[in-house]
């Protein structure tokens, strides 16, 4: 077996490391047909991501920003999971110290059955009370599509609900932040899929790499970490992560 190309190594990379921890961002989701927020696809009529997710946006119009939130929801309803989620899912049973950081909001990789997914940037499927109104829980599932009063209304005080979601200029939640920080601490720290520039997020990889993991990311494109990390592998993440989780089955069923 040739073990200077970037499957082979990652695979073995898995295999010997006991703390592995994987973050994906929207590109894991993209082959499940969800958009992107930086491809022509990601456009929503002529609003750009910034100008809809934010609370200042949602405080001059939660009309408009609920039809967004709307529409997407509708759209990933009808998405399924993609090789992607399946393979973490996978490795997030196999492996005991594996943690799967994801800003996605879309639920994909619940749904792919993973184990151990510290959710950064909330979920799509929850609201909570834009009022925070005291007789309410901090967020909770209402996955109605298409949801039919926009902005619906809060069921504790009559206010508007809001998505579950962390908009730009948010604080991350700090318990999800310290479960982040603490996987950190890994021996392996896989980036796919994210253009690794929304922060707190995207430093991650290079926190990590400064704690000593090896680090690789798994995107087409450039981003700004694919200079900093030890190894950056140009490929779809649903390609690569299925090419590296084939060479592992093999492995296992030779063993
Ligand atoms: P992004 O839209 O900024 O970047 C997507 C990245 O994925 C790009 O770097 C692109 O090159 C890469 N990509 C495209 N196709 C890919 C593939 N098949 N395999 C691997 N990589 C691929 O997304 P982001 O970096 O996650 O940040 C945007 C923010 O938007 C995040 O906070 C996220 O919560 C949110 N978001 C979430 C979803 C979702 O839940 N699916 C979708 C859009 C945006
Ligand atoms: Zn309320």
Do not use: K
Not at 41 to 51: F, H, R
Not at 52 to 64: I, Q, S
Not at 103 to 125: C, K, M, P, Y
């Amino acid at each position: 077996m040739r073990t200077d190309n970037p499957i082979s190594l990652l695979a073995r990379r898995i295999r010997t490391s006991s703390r592995i921890t994987v973050l994906t961002g929207a590109g894991v989701s993209a082959a499940s047909g969800v958009p992107t927020f930086r491809g022509n696809a990601g456009l929503w009529q002529s609003y750009s991501p910034e100008d809809l997710a934010t609370p200042e946006a949602f405080a001059r119009d939660p009309g408009l920003v609920w039809e967004w939130y709307n529409w997407r929801r509708e759209l990933i309803a009808a998405c399924r999971p993609n090789a992607a989620h399946f393979v973490l899912a996978a490795w997030s049973r196999r492996y005991p110290g594996f943690t799967l950081l994801t800003q996605n909001v879309d639920g994909l990789h619940e749904q792919a059955g993973t184990e151990n997914t510290v959710r950064f940037h909330g979920s799509i499927w929850e609201v909570s009370c834009w009022n925070r109104c005291p007789g309410s829980p901090a967020r909770w599932v209402d996955a109605t599509v298409p949801l039919r009063t926009l902005p619906p209304g809060c069921p504790y005080c009559g206010g508007w609900l809001r998505p579950g979601v962390v908009w730009f200029g948010e604080p991350i939640d700090p318990g999800i932040l310290d479960r982040a920080i603490s996987a950190t601490d890994c021996d392996l720290f896989i980036t796919a899929g994210t253009s690794s520039a929304v922060h707190p997020a995207a430093g991650l990889v290079a926190a990590s790499r400064r704690r000593g993991a090896f680090t690789a990311e798994i995107n087409p494109e450039t981003t700004p970490a694919s200079a900093t990390v030890d190894w950056s592998v140009r490929g779809p993440a649903e390609v690569v992560l299925r090419e590296v989780e084939d060479l592992l089955r093999r492995d296992i069923t030779l063993t």
